[in-house]
């Protein structure tokens, strides 16, 4: 199941999510998409302003980081295919992308950006163990069951 949210969020979402620390606000200029490693997730920061959000840093359609994709009108475009994702939220926004990025609550303190993931193994988000991890399609975040 894929969970969704709007962040900026200063509470995780799960309750066996933990904060983690992945730099300071400075690291990451306004409004382009930074790659990072929190409690070794890939996940791909964006900020906007004084907010940041944060998804999981692989196309739900294939193996492909979004961080390495462009800024679109609040969607991070897919390089490999162009499809859509909703920077905010992670939600598909365009084809051929049908399946929601996980999003991850983000919190800045004191200066330090930090984003809430679940721990390794944990039940609300296994960690990939290869670039297509899970169903054998998408990423294991992608929420699409096995052999889909
Ligand atoms: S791999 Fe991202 S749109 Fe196909």
Not at 3 to 27: F, I, K, Q, Y
Not at 97 to 103: D, F, G, Y
Request: proline share 9%.
């Amino acid at each position: 199941m894929n969970t969704t949210v709007d962040t900026p969020m200063d509470t995780p979402l799960n309750a066996d999510e933990r904060w983690h620390a992945v730099g300071s606000t400075d690291d990451f200029p306004d409004g382009d998409l930074w790659p990072v490693v929190a409690d070794g997730l890939p996940i791909v920061v964006y900020r906007e302003g004084e907010a940041f959000y944060a998804l999981y840093d692989q196309c739900s359609h294939g193996p492909t980081r979004l961080s390495e994709g462009f800024v679109v009108d609040g969607c991070v475009e897919c390089p490999l295919h162009q499809g859509l994702v909703d920077l905010k939220t992670g939600e598909p926004r365009s084809e051929p992308i049908t399946v929601a990025v996980r999003a991850f609550a983000t919190q800045v303190v004191g200066g330090e950006v930090r984003i809430a993931v679940p721990p390794v193994g944990a039940a609300s988000l296994s960690k990939p163990t290869g670039a297509m991890a899970g169903c054998g399609t998408h990423g294991s975040a992608c929420g699409t069951p096995q052999g889909s």
